[in-house]
């Protein structure tokens, strides 16, 4: 997470129109921060961190106010758009046990947008929430393998051994761009890391928080393939190394 002087006290613009490229066959990355199957119609988004700002000013910060209602407006919108059969939130949906009456109450809406909700339980996924709603530790959707990160995926997948595509959240991955003068940006990024020999594939996630700051993103392995794309208001970046 972020410094809170590192972000504007104004609330962003929820665009309903957006960008969007596809990063595998049938699977678009949505500049919104999130991604979508077009054959099994889920769209998947993680660490939305939903009451991060509430948490913040219970620790004694003077945190604005916007955050939830971005998440809320950014996710309908997009869920609007794509009509999904399935909403995949992979992990650190909320953060922690603050906001638990809003919080509460924005999980039960959800209900209302799509068909079906799958809440996978991330690291910061606690309190109220967990006794209203039920969250999975995994959640296995063809070839694709979703958990948050934060455990093995092994682990995480209750000794599942065979793993195709890999879906995590957690590491916040992000992309910095300078212009050599001293001014740089941060995106938030997808990456995707493909294991030939392994026959399996690593992909992270963007933070949905409008609150992330963000990692860079690097490789796992030295014998993989390795691609990032940075989403940036209406537009995605694709990042190639030279």
Sequence with gaps: MIDPAEKSTEVPSHAVEAGNCEVAPGVLLDSRLGIFHRQERWLAVSDLHFGYEVSRRRDGGL????????????L???????????????GDIVDSSAAPG??????????????????????HDRGEVKRHFEFVPW??????????????????????????IEVTGHFHPSVRF???????????????????????????????????????????GSKSSFSQWACGGKRI????EK
Aim: hydrophobic share 45%.
């Design 237 to 240: 970046f694709e990042v190639v």
């Design 178 to 220: 300078n212009d050599g003068a001293g001014t740089s940006l941060k995106l938030p990024a997808l990456t995707r890391e493909v294991f030939v020999k392994e026959g399996r594939e690593l992909w992270r996630l963007p933070a949905f928080s409008p609150w992330a700051g963000g990692h860079p993103a690097k490789p796992t």
């Design 63 to 74: 945190w604005p106010l916007w955050g939830m209602e971005t998440i809320e407006a950014r």
């Design 102 to 123: 809003e919080a509460i109450t924005w999980l039960a809406s959800l209900s209302d947008l799509c068909p079906e909700v799958i809440l996978i339980e991330g690291n």
């Design 76 to 90: 309908r919108a997009m869920v609007e758009e794509w009509a999904p059969e399935q909403l995949i939130l992979v």
């Design 139 to 164: 959640y296995r959707k063809g070839e694709f393998f979703f958990h948050h990160g934060h455990r093995d995926r092994l682990d995480a997948g209750a000794g599942e051994s065979a793993v195709g």
